[in-house]
């Protein structure tokens, strides 16, 4: 069964270090890849995605990710935190012929001052 | 343009009662879903309507779940003799169409508790 993990529920950094939110999936066949965040008391917004074109994936907000089929791997990236970046973040993934998305459990980011 | 909407933004009920939480999607989309964020399980995929096409239930939990999408447009999911484990942020997205990589816009959510 298809499936996604993050590593790390809860992730804290100082503003202005990286972010490096971590998400590998399982599947036998290339997945489409998605990160969505989540601000306090809002829906999902999509960060960015991974449709089996370029590898490195630029998002909203000065995120990234990069696929890297050999680690099945995903992971979002920011070189520069800032306090807005606070919120929870999910990984998800969706087949080719399923049009669910299929969710990590989230990683709750925290900035420090 | 105007995004997703739900209502109610919450909904408090005691055990045993039906409820309904409804969902607007963006207009021209023809892709609606719904999802439930609870604390234990995470996110997880309800139900999947496209057009015409006879719904993808995969996901309901229970035969006390249901949903329909009238007119293509509005969707509306029913829990029936609600439970205390149905508590849970229900979320509704939409997509313009069914290509599995186009992009699904989420609603604010429906916070859902039973008492």
């Known amino acids: 069964a298809q499936s996604v993990t993050q590593l790390g529920s809860h992730v804290s950094v100082s503003e202005g270090a990286l972010v490096l939110l971590r998400c590998n999936y399982s599947?036998?066949?290339?997945?489409?890849l998605f990160w969505y965040v989540q601000y306090p008391n809002q829906g999902l917004q999509l960060l960015l995605k991974?449709?089996?074109?370029?590898?490195l994936v630029k998002g909203i907000n000065g995120f990234e990710a990069e696929f890297k089929k050999s680690e099945t791997s995903f992971h979002l990236t920011k070189p520069s935190a800032h306090m807005s970046d606070a919120a929870e973040y999910f990984c998800a993934v969706i087949i080719q012929g399923a049009q669910k998305l299929v969710f990590g459990q989230g990683t709750r980011l925290t900035i420090n001052p | 343009g105007a995004g997703v909407s739900q209502s109610p933004s919450n909904k408090v009920t005691e055990k045993g009662k039906d409820v309904e939480l409804r969902c607007d999607p963006i207009s021209g989309h023809t892709a609606l879903y719904w999802y439930r964020q609870s604390l234990g399980q995470g996110l997880e995929f309800l139900i999947y309507f496209q057009g015409n096409s006879a719904p993808d239930k995969s996901g309901l939990p229970s035969d006390r779940f249901s949903a329909e999408r009238t007119g293509g447009s509005v969707s509306t999911l029913t829990i029936q003799r609600t439970q205390q484990e149905d508590s849970a942020v229900y979320l509704c997205?939409?997509?313009?169409?069914?290509?599995?990589?186009?992009?699904?816009?989420f609603g604010p959510g429906t916070r859902l508790t039973v008492l």
């Open positions: 991974y449709t089996s074109a370029a590898t």
């Open positions: 997205a939409s997509s313009f169409s069914p290509l599995v990589a186009d992009t699904q816009y």
């Open positions: 599947s036998s066949v290339p997945p489409y």
